[in-house]
């Protein structure tokens, strides 16, 4: 864990311990509509970093992670509601069932790489949408409701310690060796092959623990809002998410968590002014790919901590 | 000593392009060969086929007896056969240290999610690239190597997992004389003192003929001479082969 | 047994033809994109909806007829083409694919919501400009269908045509394959981009405006339809074009004859089941290039 004490060591803190005492005062300082919202961007955040993981490792753009999102809500919406399962319970069902189903997407998704890749989890992923909006029992288009698990404020709080958990889990990843060696497959598969990574194996695990990530938020979403439906598992939210990674700076720890949060605050505040106001996001993605590529948070990285940078596992 | 490397009747086509075709090979342990032959003459299509890299046609491939026709490369590399390319493959964007340390890394037990880094391969990761001469350079990006110093690092990152054989792809292409002269010298000390069977494929005579113990001479994907330095040089097949009339 | 056949099956199976051909142009026009210009145009679909909405604007203001309409249609997209493929994908070539699919992306998007702007968002019904059903015993098929199949071999031959038997088409084949040896040659790549867009944008839109009578229209119908070649693609194997084209006249069969006896729910997963059994038994889709190791 050399990588971990190194970055434990005390500036390093103290650059985390800034935001996270921002995020923990937020309930205190904004009107309760805009907790909501962060929270909201907290959980797209959380599909956002398996987006990542997958992306900045692997080099493999998944546009379907909302699947797990989704089917993570879904899940925890019937335990609840027809097994009677516990809030926690639910959880870990939620999860396990996205493991199972990161395998089974990964097992054939995996064997290309690159926009292929994005567009075999795309179609997944809006299968999953699809059967979701056809079937009945789970309430089709219109989805199903349930009673909240959390009031505002104990909500927001929850998904926080998620998105922190789910850092951890990030870096405890990235820093170790298998994260490593999946740095080595993302960046020259056939040497990562030839000097003896089983590199199928290797996309697959990775694919799998990615789901992790968008599992949780989509369990905390589905019991935060009280209600599920298809959408959750769209291509809206999957590409939502990969484009939240591509602002924030994929390759970061962060840059999804920012990403996010700057995304569903944008949107919100173009869309109170106008009806239309998804033109402009749609042009405003188009613009900033032409003439930004990197996303901002080189910007910010250069403004706000330009040591960061050397850091292996890259926060 | 015995024979750690055969092919029978090796064969791999392309379209209706026969690359290497019903070829024999036999390299002893311990030995140096090099395959020679013309461009196009089908060696990178041998070493491929006898990586995993491509499945053939027809014939086998035996390493130490064991049939190893087709099976996948990283299966091939664990049985401990390294190779480099042609067209210097190393990870780029990465240090010279963690190319070695990655590749020695792939001996590992399981994956090593929630385990640290083992010590014992960052100090061994340290005397390969002492032993490429490229320890002092071993915070640098990989990219910002010369070519002559990222050809050193691919043979490193080759000797990283202890090969038994060792499958260099034209070694020396693009080095000055001095880095020829180095890349000559880590190759025989390799097969010298750590045993290592070493086949490669060369272009350069000089090269072939001062360190080979055997060579084998390709064209057009067939064998057509096999022997001492001395006697291929004088093959007058050989000669036809390289320089026509 | 026979009567069924006629009355129901066959009908369907027209159909299939019909919606396999529909998507078949936009997903070859994907297809034929990416060959040359490596780009994933994510607002192909868009441009199939766009085609439709101009050239039943222009049919309802301007123009005397539905068969000048699509013509029209067709010319408008092949030139609103050149513009996306000058101001977005030439830019881009070069970067990351990654980058250049979410361009798209954007655009798409913004072509959508503005098509809910200038239009409406709510879906629209056009009759068809051929009235009428033929009989046959108990087969009953509208008239306007059957041109439609007509009008879809016809296009088809000329596609076909055109790539294999003319000078240019195998200038474009030729840069599917090998764009920088072409180069070298002496061909204007850019410029065969440039058409290539185009030509694939307007074949989007005749897709789009033959299918106005059969299917109501709605901006969504863009987001629909990429869908659809996706899963073509994926099915009849990236960069293949007869691949794809096979892929796209297999899916509609299965769609339309599916819907016979399936529900939609269940046609969702037989689809989702017809795709994860191709990719296992054969990643490399219907025609596609092997896959390393393979």
């Given at each position: 864990m050399g990588e971990i004490s190194k970055l434990l060591s005390l500036p390093r803190v103290f650059s985390y311990l800034v935001p996270i005492a921002a995020a923990l005062g937020v309930p205190y300082l904004m009107p309760t509509y805009y907790v909501s919202l962060l929270a909201d961007a907290f959980a797209l955040a959380l599909v956002a970093m398996g987006v990542n993981l997958?992306?900045?490792?692997?080099?493999?753009?998944?546009?379907?992670?909302?699947?797990?999102?989704?089917?993570?809500?879904?899940?925890?919406?019937?335990?609840?509601?027809?097994?009677?399962?516990?809030?926690?319970?639910?959880?870990?069902?939620?999860?396990?069932?996205?493991?199972?189903?990161?395998?089974?997407?990964?097992?054939?998704?995996?064997?290309?790489?690159?926009?292929?890749?994005?567009?075999?989890?795309?179609?997944?992923?809006?299968?999953?949408?699809?059967?979701?909006?056809?079937?009945?029992?789970?309430?089709?288009?219109?989805?199903?409701?349930?009673?909240?698990?959390?009031?505002?404020?104990?909500?927001?709080?929850?998904?926080?310690?998620?998105?922190?958990?789910?850092?951890?889990?990030?870096?405890?990843?990235?820093?170790?060796?298998?994260?490593?060696?999946?740095?080595?497959?993302?960046?020259?598969?056939?040497?990562?092959?030839?000097?003896?990574?089983?590199?199928?194996?290797?996309?697959?695990?990775?694919?799998?623990?990615?789901?992790?990530?968008?599992?949780?938020?989509?369990?905390?979403?589905?019991?935060?809002?009280?209600?599920?439906?298809?959408?959750?598992?769209?291509?809206?939210?999957?590409?939502?998410?990969?484009?939240?990674?591509?602002?924030?700076?994929?390759?970061?720890?962060?840059?999804?968590?920012?990403?996010?949060?700057?995304?569903?605050?944008?949107?919100?505040?173009?869309?109170?002014?106008?009806?239309?106001?998804?033109?402009?996001?749609?042009?405003?993605?188009?613009?900033?790919?032409?003439?930004?590529?990197?996303?901002?948070?080189?910007?910010?990285?250069?403004?706000?901590?330009?040591?960061?940078?050397?850091?292996?596992?890259?926060? | 000593m015995g024979t750690i490397l055969a092919t029978r009747g090796l064969t791999k086509n392309f379209g209706g392009l026969s690359a290497v075709s019903d070829f024999d090979l036999s390299v002893e342990q311990g030995e140096i060969r090099a395959i020679i032959g013309p461009n196009g003459a089908g060696k990178t299509t041998l070493f491929n086929c006898m990586t995993g890299f491509y499945r053939p046609d027809a014939g086998k491939v035996l390493f130490k007896g064991v049939d190893i026709t087709g099976l996948p490369p990283h299966r091939i590399s664990k049985m401990n056969i390294s190779r480099t390319?042609?067209?210097?493959?190393?990870?780029?964007?990465?240090?010279?240290?963690?190319?070695?340390?990655?590749?020695?890394?792939?001996?590992?037990?399981?994956?090593?999610?929630?385990?640290?880094?083992?010590?014992?391969?960052?100090?061994?990761?340290?005397?390969?690239?002492?032993?490429?001469?490229?320890?002092?350079?071993?915070?640098?990006?990989?990219?910002?190597?010369?070519?002559?110093?990222?050809?050193?690092?691919?043979?490193?990152?080759?000797?990283?997992?202890?090969?038994?054989?060792?499958?260099?792809?034209?070694?020396?292409?693009?080095?000055?004389?001095?880095?020829?002269?180095?890349?000559?010298?880590?190759?025989?000390?390799?097969?010298?003192?750590?045993?290592?069977?070493?086949?490669?494929?060369?272009?350069?005579?000089?090269?072939?003929?001062?360190?080979?113990?055997?060579?084998?001479?390709?064209?057009?994907?067939?064998?057509?001479?096999?022997?001492?330095?001395?006697?291929?040089?004088?093959?007058?097949?050989?000669?036809?082969?390289?320089?026509g009339g | 047994m026979l009567e069924y056949v006629l009355r129901v099956i066959l009908p369907s199976f027209f159909d299939g033809l019909i919606l396999g051909a529909s998507f078949g142009l936009v997903a070859l026009g994907l297809s034929i994109i990416f060959g040359i210009t490596g780009v994933i145009n994510f607002s192909h679909g868009d441009l199939f909806m766009l085609g439709s909405y101009i050239g039943l604007t222009l049919l309802w203001s301007i123009l005397p007829n539905f068969w000048i309409s699509i013509i029209v249609a067709a010319l408008v997209l092949g030139a609103i083409g050149i513009m996306i493929e000058r101001l977005i994908c030439r830019p881009l070539y070069g970067k990351a694919p990654l980058l250049i699919f979410v361009a798209t992306f954007g655009l798409a998007l913004f072509l959508r919501e503005a098509a809910k702007l200038i239009w409406s968002p709510n879906p629209i019904s056009v009759d068809a400009p051929l009235i009428g059903h033929m009989s046959f015993g108990v087969f009953y098929y509208p008239i306007y269908r059957l041109a439609i199949l007509i009008i879809f071999s016809i296009v088809y031959a000329s596609v076909w045509f055109f790539f294999n038997k003319t000078k240019y088409g195998a200038i474009v084949r030729a840069a599917t394959e090998n764009s920088q040896m072409l180069a070298c040659l002496g061909v204007n790549v850019s410029r065969v981009r440039m058409f290539t867009f185009s030509l694939a944008s307007a074949l989007a839109a005749v897709g789009g405006m033959i299918m106005l009578p059969i299917a109501s229209l709605s901006p969504e119908a863009g987001a629909l339809v990429i869908l659809w070649c996706f899963y073509i693609i994926v099915l009849g194997g990236m960069g293949s074009i007869g691949g794809t084209v096979l892929a796209a006249f297999v899916i509609g069969e299965i769609f339309t004859l599916g819907s016979v006896w399936l529900e939609p729910r269940e046609m969702e997963i037989l689809g989702f089941l017809i795709l994860i059994t191709v990719l296992i038994v054969r990643p490399r889709g219907f025609f596609g290039k092997p896959l390393l190791l393979e």
């Open positions: 997958m992306l900045a490792y692997a080099e493999l753009p998944s546009f379907g992670h909302a699947a797990f999102y989704g089917v993570a809500a879904y899940v925890v919406a019937m335990a609840f509601m027809w097994l009677k399962m516990p809030v926690w319970a639910c959880f870990v069902l939620a999860v396990i069932v996205s493991l199972g189903l990161g395998l089974a997407i990964g097992s054939f998704s995996i064997k290309r790489r690159g926009i292929y890749f994005a567009i075999i989890t795309l179609v997944s992923g809006e299968v999953i949408h699809r059967i979701f909006w056809y079937t009945r029992a789970v309430g089709g288009s219109d989805g199903m409701s349930f009673p909240r698990w959390f009031e505002l404020r104990p909500g927001y709080y929850f998904v926080l310690a998620l998105v922190l958990v789910a850092c951890l889990l990030f870096l405890v990843i990235g820093s170790s060796p298998f994260g490593k060696a999946l740095r080595a497959i993302g960046e020259n598969e056939v040497r990562a092959r030839f000097v003896g990574y089983n590199v199928e194996l290797y996309k697959r695990i990775a694919f799998v623990l990615s789901s992790i990530f968008p599992a949780l938020g989509g369990a905390f979403i589905a019991g935060y809002r009280g209600f599920v439906n298809p959408y959750l598992a769209s291509v809206h939210i999957s590409s939502e998410a990969v484009i939240a990674t591509l602002i924030g700076g994929s390759g970061t720890l962060i840059g999804p968590i920012l990403g996010s949060i700057f995304l569903v605050f944008l949107m919100d505040i173009v869309s109170s002014y106008w009806v239309g106001y998804l033109t402009i996001i749609g042009m405003a993605i188009v613009l900033v790919i032409l003439f930004m590529p990197q996303g901002t948070i080189p910007l910010t990285r250069a403004l706000v901590s330009p040591r960061l940078r050397k850091s292996k596992v890259k926060l | 390319f042609q067209l210097t493959n190393i990870f780029l964007r990465s240090t010279v240290y963690e190319n070695i340390r990655v590749a020695r890394q792939s001996r590992m037990k399981g994956f090593g999610l929630f385990s640290t880094s083992v010590p014992a391969y960052e100090e061994e990761a340290a005397n390969i690239l002492r032993k490429i001469g490229l320890y002092d350079r071993k915070d640098e990006l990989a990219c910002n190597l010369s070519h002559g110093e990222q050809r050193h690092l691919e043979i490193g990152i080759a000797l990283a997992t202890s090969p038994e054989l060792l499958m260099l792809d034209e070694p020396t292409a693009g080095m000055n004389p001095t880095e020829v002269k180095e890349t000559v010298n880590t190759i025989r000390e390799v097969a010298k003192t750590l045993g290592v069977t070493v086949l490669l494929i060369e272009h350069d005579m000089r090269v072939v003929m001062d360190i080979s113990d055997m060579i084998t001479v390709m064209h057009l994907g067939k064998k057509i001479a096999e022997g001492k330095p001395e006697e291929v040089r004088k093959n007058a097949e050989v000669v036809r082969v390289y320089f | -």
